[in-house]
């Protein structure tokens, strides 16, 4: 029951839940204890809304906007408990004293200050907001940016002016309680003095010298840096904020690029969450500052999304246009007939070209170029079956998708049955579950199947805890954990990705990359990798959320994988291990691998996963395995050869069809000057015959 609440309320935790109730409930606990009168059960009461209140807000609970929707936002709760504290001192019989007119002018007064209060956060927070937010682009010598206000002023700015109105509240209850006034006169002359100082505190803060220059003055400063830095290759981002890891999966190729490259965002929420890169980043939220900045130097532009946005970019006919996508799979999103729009479309290996031609949405085949996936470089190659501990295998399943489609994903059909198989299996295998991050983000029933398999690993993992047939080493597993938190001190210490709440406007000017903090977090990064990996059992199974490990460290610490038809599957592939894919639409296995060129190679498991033990038997005996001479060719059908490297083959497509942009332009350049000749000799022509 707890668990629908919390779903319903759409709250994070039993926590919030609770608080929700308390919060409900002390209201009407104000009231009444207002109507008694009680002020030891008013100040209780009010206690529990204050608190149930801030704790809400600190963990940015839904609840909180949601009240704000139905008329009963933070304001008016707050206006509420000062009001029904006014009824108190009215039943308590002082409605006649000093102190009661005091309590209405000070809530009056109070009240009255928030709106300058509130106009002067917004108007700093407008005139500090940049129209073109950048990192690693040298603005500090171009463009005088002052500091910004203290965090402390600007940082939930409205819940901490509204806290103000407590120390009346404290100074009226005392005085009611102990019938001293000087306590209650005490208390509203603290909350009055506390708020103006708040407002004065803000004003210096909106004079000219504290501001930001203006949008025309930053946008012609950025425009001057490009012309200097004269960027060749642009990645170009745009997508809601839960798509960030689409651009992220690039930053590393775009750094081993071998011309200038530059990275186009359109959305502050996904600079916000972009991983840290050495490459320059600007962020144009606007379509018209992004059509009047000078990219008249840029020969290639990369897309790794189809948005509308695009378009923005798409217009500038001196560069070429490329869709290079954000994984490599058989799912429709592969075969977008949006992709006619682009000069080129950029595939892993000649599936990506066939799938194309069978789709036939207007992909013309010479528009098309494999260049490998350069993404792929860490994945390590098998090495067939472990000798110093159990074989691993990865359950790594795709989300719900859009729709109800049953082959979206293993999950809701299959998930249960794959685990409980796997934990279950003799001679006994380590299970790693890593869900796709978007898993239950649409459907209420992906995520019941992703808790209920949470539910089962975890139970899994206890019980071979104690099984006297697995030992560990506690030494070493305290010893790796102590590691984990001193590495995770040192990179934290490193600040290399911003803070998501810091002021836009110096976080441009001072959004320079340290590289050798970058090059020492990467290092550090590779350390926590491996000290993860001791840090428990290594038969120990486990569930694997949030960013660290990455997927790609999942693959290289297993010996096999379960999926579902996406990129994922691809990707796996370059490992040449061993890996099962879920029919889950029960489509057949010749229909399905019919369809589905990643899994031609694979075990197809049906959503009983009957079929796990051709899996689990092809990795305890690699020599018996009887797909892997089929995994290595379609590894080269997908993914391209290994020679030349991936990068390599990246780096030459971007330099030919930078060469057919300035092939162009020369072009149209030539036949400008043409017709501008042949005007001015038509015209000497027309002189001379007069």
């Not at 501001?211 to 012309?227: F, G, N, Q």
């Amino acid at each position: 029951m707890i668990s629908t609440a919390i779903r319903v309320a759409r709250v994070g935790s039993a926590a919030e839940l609770a608080a929700a109730a308390l919060m409900t409930l002390g209201y009407p606990g104000l009231m009444l204890a207002a109507l008694v009168p009680s002020v030891p059960a008013f100040a209780a009461a009010a206690a529990v809304t204050y608190l149930a209140d801030l704790y809400l807000h600190r963990k940015g609970s839904y609840l909180i906007s949601l009240l704000g929707k139905v008329r009963a936002g933070l304001s008016m709760r707050f206006l509420l408990r000062e009001l029904l504290l006014i009824l108190l001192l009215a039943r308590l019989g002082l409605s006649q004293e000093p102190v009661f007119y005091a309590a209405i002018a000070c809530f009056t007064i109070f009240f009255g200050l928030q709106a300058p209060h509130g106009a002067l956060v917004t108007l700093i927070g407008n005139r500090r907001q940049m129209p073109v937010v950048t990192r690693n682009v040298d603005l500090v010598s171009r463009l005088p940016i002052p500091d910004a206000p203290p965090r402390r002023l600007l940082s939930r700015a409205g819940v901490k002016m509204l806290h103000l109105d407590l120390a009346a509240v404290v100074g009226l209850l005392v005085c009611a309680l102990a019938d001293l006034d000087l306590a209650g006169f005490v208390g509203v002359g603290v909350t009055l003095g506390l708020g103006v100082l708040y407002v004065v505190a803000l004003a210096p803060y909106l004079r000219a010298k504290r501001i930001p220059p203006k949008a025309d003055k930053v946008l012609k400063t950025v425009s001057a840096w490009l012309r200097e830095y004269r960027p060749e290759t642009v990645l170009y981002f745009s997508g809601s904020a839960d798509s960030a890891y689409q651009v992220n999966m690039w930053l590393e190729t775009m750094e081993q690029l071998d011309s200038r490259p530059l990275i186009i965002l359109r959305e502050r929420y996904i600079l916000e969450k972009m991983a840290p890169t050495t490459v320059p980043v600007i962020c144009v939220p606007g379509g018209v500052h992004l059509m009047n900045m000078d990219l008249s130097m840029v020969r290639v532009t990369l897309y790794p999304a189809n948005v509308g946005k695009n378009i923005h970019m798409l217009r500038v006919p001196t560069m070429k246009h490329v869709f290079i996508g954000h994984g490599d799979s058989d799912k429709l999103a592969s075969v977008n007939p949006f992709s006619k729009v682009y000069d080129e479309v950029w595939t892993a290996g000649r599936a990506g070209r066939d799938r194309y031609a069978i789709a036939d949405v207007g992909i013309r085949d010479e528009d098309i170029v494999e260049v490998g996936r350069p993404q792929l470089a860490p994945i390590k190659p098998g090495q067939g079956a472990p000798k110093d501990r159990i074989p691993t295998i990865l359950y790594a399943p795709t989300w719900e998708g859009w729709d109800d489609n049953p082959g979206n994903t293993s999950l809701l059909l299959a998930g249960e049955n794959i685990v409980k198989k796997l934990v279950a299996a003799e001679p006994p295998v380590r299970v790693l579950y890593k869900p796709h991050p978007f898993t239950g983000t649409r459907s209420a029933k992906a995520g019941a199947a992703h808790r209920r398999i949470t539910a089962l690993i975890k139970k899994a993992a206890a019980e071979r805890a104690a099984d006297s047939r697995f030992t560990a080493d506690p030494a070493a597993q305290a010893k790796a954990k102590a590691e984990l938190t001193r590495l995770k001190a040192r990179l934290d210490a490193l600040s290399l990705a911003f803070d998501e709440k810091a002021d836009e406007a110096v976080t441009s000017r001072d959004g320079l990359v340290d590289m050798r903090k970058h090059e020492e977090a990467a290092r550090l990064r590779a350390e926590w990798n491996d000290a993860y990996w001791r840090s428990f059992p290594s038969f120990q199974h486990r569930v694997i959320t949030g960013s660290e490990p990455r997927l790609y460290d999942c693959f290289n610490a297993s010996e096999a994988m379960v999926s579902d038809i996406s990129s994922v599957v691809s990707d796996f592939i370059a490992s040449g291990k061993p890996y099962a894919v879920t029919d889950s639409a029960e489509l057949g296995v010749e229909e399905f691998k019919r369809q589905n060129t990643a899994v031609r190679a694979a075990v197809i498991l049906s959503n009983s996963a009957a079929e796990l033990d051709q899996l689990l038997d092809a990795v305890r005996d690699p020599a018996a395995d009887p797909l892997a001479e089929d995994r290595k060719e379609l590894k080269e059908y997908l993914l391209g050869p290994d020679k030349p490297t991936s990068i390599e083959q990246f780096n030459t497509a971007v330099a030919d069809l930078a060469l057919k942009a300035e092939a162009r332009n020369v072009g149209q350049a030539s036949r400008g000057a043409l017709a501008v000749d042949g005007t001015e000799l038509a015209e000497a022509e027309d002189v001379t015959t007069a």
